[in-house]
């Protein structure tokens, strides 16, 4: 494994991490306690150090999943980064929760979930810009740091072009931003990135694989089922402009040999402002194979 800082925050975080949406269930897969604690066990042995969650993942259930792993391991091993901001009802429906009030208890719910007593890092999840400028979200935020209960804030950006969000991120005392970046997903690049440069914030990269295009498994007749989030955009123009585009990817940018999974991640870190990309996985297989990325950056 290689590590790069953080940005500012002056943690030194493995370049992958472990996304966990697909604990919520929103995935294909309903996860058992010792299903997601075989992931983030293989995860902890080939030297990842974060994981992301957020509190509407299956309404706290990822949070909780993490926390029980957690008990069987050392919490101080592990950079905790979770989002706040919605309510999850079922699966595919949850609605903003941005007040200050929401946003504490949401804070305490993740707390008692998680296992424990501070969040190493506690992110803004991808609110329009009317919730964002809130000045007395971020002053009770700021009142949470000081109590230790949150040790970074970070903006994760719904918008992989939200500039206003990014160029604000040290005003509200924010350190990381997560977006959206990938091989089909190159936004960021324009605004945001050299946003976070001048800043010297961190950056999680979310969607490295481009919710499954990337990873060379899938083609036009892949069918997913009714409680993966993918089944949503089956049979839409832009699921076959992307997969026609990944497929012409494979043919003419992966090397021969290479899984395409392992290149698409590595890709993204190529770029020397992401500091850390955080792909799904429903086993740890696939966290073997995301870790192995990795070995094809250049020192």
Not at 43 to 50: A, D, H, Q, S, V
Not at 169 to 186: C, F, K, P, S
Not at 200 to 208: D, E, I, Q, S, W
Not at 268 to 274: I, S, T
């Amino acid at each position: 494994m290689k590590y790069r800082l953080l940005g500012k925050t002056g943690l030194n975080v493995s370049v992958i991490g472990i996304g966990t949406w697909q604990f919520g269930g929103e995935w294909g897969i309903n996860y058992s306690q010792e299903e997601a604690s075989a992931v983030l066990r293989r995860g902890k042995e080939l030297g990842i150090n974060l994981i992301d969650t957020a509190e509407c993942y299956g309404d706290h259930l990822s949070e909780r999943l993490i926390g029980g792993y957690l008990k069987e391991d050392k919490r101080e091993d592990w950079i905790l980064a979770t989002k706040f901001g919605h309510h999850f009802h079922a699966n595919f429906t949850r609605d903003d929760r941005a007040s200050t009030e929401d946003v504490l208890k949401q804070l305490e719910d993740s707390l008692t979930a998680l296992g424990t007593d501070y969040i190493d890092l506690y992110q803004f999840h991808s609110l329009p810009n009317e919730a964002f400028d809130n000045d007395d979200l971020w002053t009770m935020l700021d009142k949470q740091k000081q109590a230790g209960k949150i040790c970074h804030l970070g903006i994760s950006i719904g918008s992989n072009e939200n500039i206003h969000q990014t160029d604000k991120a040290t005003e509200v005392g924010a350190d990381v931003i997560q977006v959206v970046y990938n091989r089909l997903d190159r936004k960021p690049e324009k605004e945001v990135f050299p946003s976070c440069e001048r800043q010297n914030l961190g950056v999680l990269a979310r969607v490295p694989l481009a919710s499954g295009f990337l990873s060379g498994k899938y083609n036009k007749s892949s069918v997913f089922p009714s409680n993966d989030v993918r089944s949503r955009a089956a049979g839409t123009a832009e699921r076959e402009r992307l997969l026609e585009e990944a497929e012409n990817i494979a043919r003419t940018e992966v090397p021969a040999g290479v899984p395409m999974a392992e290149w698409a991640l590595a890709w993204c870190l190529q770029n020397p402002v992401v500091s850390c990309v955080i792909p799904g996985c429903k086993n740890p297989e696939q966290v073997e194979s995301n870790a192995r990325a990795a070995e094809l950056l250049k020192d």
